[in-house]
């Protein structure tokens, strides 16, 4: 829950607990909420000690009373508030039967003013028909502030109850304002799919999104990934996402895509808002600000050729540790088959540029591993690319690492990428740059190219002065074409 | 800022130190008129038990008012 907002609920609970009206303690909007929290407990403590002797008397009398009477008294001598207060203090079993001959509105009455603390025996006894009726009634009052204080100490029938009394709208507002929300991500599993559905496009159609989201904090990453789905499968990713863009919330939001099904990905990566370059531009200050890329990154496949050259042109501008942190990442979440492309075909010769200054700096794990990518996902082209703005130092400096894990077939995959591409120099150098050695293990691999392609490759290393740097491949090369 | 006076006599009227960070947000006529708050709220709660319990000693049957009227004095 935003501060501003949590600040305001406890101001009214405050207030119902002095009994004065929420304007008179507008002074305490500055407060942190959790400081108004203590306070009103301390002073619901300090108005039940206060009259504590008196409270213990009067439960104490009803004892001997029958409850028919007690609830009598309870109704019209003592009124809610008092009610309240002596609940606590009642033999729970006592307390659940005079509860039975009440009104659910009077019952609805006592529970605004109940501390849920000092009577917690007795709301677990309650029987969930008549917990559901109170929260009936609550719901119709908009007491969802009450009902929040509440559901940390009721059981999963008597939750599942009032829930059904709730209408959708209700039953977020009262997750929203819920105390003690580490029970949240089981209550939510407690309503079927058909339900949550509704509470979702409630979410929609009440403008309660920023609610919604704020739950998320306290779900578990399975319940957010099978939300995500919901949500996409009722086609409300859109207005989610609108609202997470108006309210700054996309850090709220990103770390929920990697929870995604690819098909709710595709969904997401094509809503209009993200074809918004303002918007967009919000949701990478977002991943940049809170370090979100690793969650931003999978998302990236699925957009569109528009937003994807604004992420590369923005990605390309980036710092350089920046770029080496998500570079890291890619390699963590083999995301390789995303960025290689997207660094060699949509960013400009200054993005490529720089993203090969990094790749040309980062471990040798990363190359590794992106050395496998490439080979596995046939993205020889787009990396020459890349290499093609290297310094002839930095090719030598992952030359080895390139190809080494797959002699046989990189050394004609990265020949055809070529040939395909006429970046030969890229290429070349990146077989000059190899050690002697693995030129030496290359040579025979070459020699197995048919004669043509033996030929132009030495025609093209010729022509760029690079056969000699090739050694021993070169010699293979040669021969052919002599 | 409120004096340390100020958040003493809260702590009196609560029967506990009072979150601090609340203590500092608050002037020392805010603090006052939340200790007046408190004060107002159990002086209310304090007249409306009197007046409860009068009342409540009309609803019990009359051969257990004795007893009752015993135990609430």
């Known amino acids: 829950m935003s501060t501003a907002l949590e600040t305001r609920a406890e101001i009214i609970k405050l207030a119902r607990v002095l009994a004065a009206p929420p304007e008179q303690l507008a002074y305490l909007e500055r407060a942190a909420p959790k400081d108004l929290r203590t306070l009103r407990e301390q002073a619901t403590d300090a108005l039940f000690e206060g009259d504590r002797d008196r409270l213990r008397k009067l439960a104490l009398a009803s004892r001997i009373l029958p409850s028919a009477i007690g609830a009598t008294i309870a109704r019209w001598a003592l009124g809610p508030l008092l009610s309240a207060r002596v609940t606590g203090l009642l033999d729970p079993s006592k307390a659940v039967d005079l509860a039975k001959r009440l009104p659910a509105a009077f019952l609805a009455d006592i529970a605004i003013d109940l501390d849920p603390r000092r009577a917690r025996e007795v709301i677990e006894r309650m029987p969930a028909a008549q917990v559901a009726e109170i929260a009936g009634e609550l719901g119709q009052r908009d007491e969802q502030v009450t009902m929040g204080r509440f559901v940390g100490y009721l059981d999963d029938e008597a939750i599942g109850a009032a829930i059904e009394q709730l209408d959708d709208a209700s039953v977020l507002r009262v997750a929203f304002v819920m105390e003690d929300k580490d029970r949240l991500d089981h209550i939510l599993g407690l309503i079927p799919d058909q339900r949550m559905a509704g509470i979702l496009k409630a979410a929609e159609r009440e403008r309660l999104w920023p609610e919604a989201l704020d739950l998320l904090d306290n779900m578990s990453d399975q319940r957010k990934g099978a939300l995500a789905e919901l949500a996409a499968a009722q086609g409300l990713l859109e207005s989610l996402a609108e609202s997470a863009y108006a309210n700054g919330l996309w850090d709220v939001v990103l770390p929920v895509i990697p929870l995604m099904s690819e098909a709710s990905k595709a969904i997401l990566g094509r809503l209009p808002i993200v074809e918004d370059t303002a918007a967009l531009a919000s949701i990478l200050d977002a991943a940049g600000e809170h370090d979100l890329w690793a969650a931003l990154l999978p998302l990236v496949d699925h957009l569109p050729a528009g937003p994807r050259n604004q992420v590369a042109a923005l990605g390309a501008t980036l710092d350089q540790t920046v770029l080496e942190h998500i570079v890291d990442l890619v390699n963590d979440g083999d995301l390789w088959s995303m960025f290689v492309p997207l660094a060699a075909d949509h960013m400009d010769a200054v993005g490529r540029e720089r993203v090969a200054q990094v790749i040309a700096g980062v471990k040798a794990t990363v190359i590794n591993g992106m050395a496998d990518a490439v080979d596995r996902d046939s993205l020889w082209p787009e990396l020459l690319r890349i290499a093609e703005t290297m310094r002839a130092d930095q090719l030598d400096r992952i030359a080895d690492r390139l190809l080494q894990a797959g002699l046989e077939d990189r050394l004609p995959s990265l020949i055809a990428a070529a040939d395909q591409t006429g970046l030969w120099e890229p290429g070349l150098r990146i077989l000059g740059g190899l050690t002697p050695t693995l030129q030496q293990r290359l040579a025979p691999v070459a020699a197995t190219l048919s004669a043509e392609e033996r030929a132009l490759v030495a025609a093209k290393a010729r022509d760029l002065g690079l056969l000699d740097k090739l050694g021993p491949i070169g010699t293979v090369l040669a021969g052919a074409s002599d | ?73």
């Open chain 2, 1 to 73: 800022m409120a004096s340390p006076l100020d958040a003493s006599v809260l702590e009196g009227e609560l029967g506990a130190k009072p979150p601090r960070g609340l203590v500092e947000v608050l002037t020392t006529d805010e603090l006052r008129t939340l200790v007046d708050s408190l004060v107002a709220a159990k002086q209310h709660q304090s007249k409306a038990l009197d007046d409860a319990l009068q009342d409540a000693l009309r609803h019990v049957p009359f051969i257990l008012r004795g007893t009752v009227e015993l135990i609430l004095t």
